[in-house]
């Protein structure tokens, strides 16, 4: 018996498809993925269409802990009210 080959894309759209029709909890067991996942995809293809269900990237978007090339540490100004320079 031949192995049905399916990509993550046909599941998926299958799975939105499917969705108005059966609850959640029997359609995610059916496709062996959370409920979790299964109302992420359910709400991505209500708001954005098929389009919503493309693998997005999981890098976060901003470069946390690093600094912009304009900000650069400088000492700070004695004379300033930081209570850190000179009295």
């Known amino acids: 018996m031949p192995w049905l080959e399916a990509s993550a894309m ?42 919503g269900l493309q693998n997005r990237s999981r890098r976060p978007g901003a470069r946390l802990g690093r600094r912009s090339r304009n900000s650069e540490c400088r000492p700070e100004d004695p004379g300033s009210s930081s209570g850190l320079g000179r009295s």
Do not use: H, P
């Open 10 to 51: 046909s599941l998926k759209r299958e799975f939105v498809t499917l969705a108005d029709q059966a609850s959640m909890t029997d359609l995610c067991r059916r496709f062996n993925i959370s409920r979790k996942t299964g109302y992420k995809w359910r709400g991505r293809f209500l708001r954005e269409g098929m389009e």
